[in-house]
């Protein structure tokens, strides 16, 4: 059973920076995933086995996915935060063969509980 644990995240004035941790991050494809509420769950930025990323519109240039495979850990730091980024953010990864990231939900089988951000302007 694949246990995914979100932290970072909290409060966070428009303009400023946080980052978000995910642990374990050994999976094929990973990637992080919000819903705001009364808003369906989209896809944020993922990244595959060999570094390569995917970016929502609505984030590039402002957030960035990466790993560290010593720490064994996933992170999305998040740059230029506005009201809108506020959301659940989740943690996802796909177990089996991933061919490349995607921001489609179903291409991923294991999920976190979902750590909160909340930006103000």
């Known amino acids: 059973q694949v246990q995914l644990v979100e932290s970072g995240g909290g409060a966070v004035q428009a303009g400023r920076s946080t980052r978000l941790s995910c642990a374990p991050s050994?999976?094929?494809?990973m990637g992080w995933f919000r819903q705001a509420p009364g808003k369906e769950r989209e896809g944020v930025a993922t990244i595959g086995y060999d570094g390569r990323s995917r970016y929502a519109d609505s984030v590039k240039g402002r957030f960035t996915i990466s790993k560290d495979n010593a720490k064994n850990t996933l992170y999305l730091q998040m740059n230029s935060l506005k009201p809108e980024d506020t959301a659940i953010y989740y943690c996802?990864?796909?177990?089996?063969?991933?061919?490349?990231?995607?921001?489609?939900?179903?291409?991923?089988?294991?999920w976190g509980q979902g750590t909160q951000v909340t930006v103000s302007s």
């Open positions: 050994g999976y094929n494809c």
């Open positions: 996802a990864a796909r177990t089996f063969r991933c061919s490349g990231p995607t921001l489609e939900l179903n291409d991923y089988n294991y």
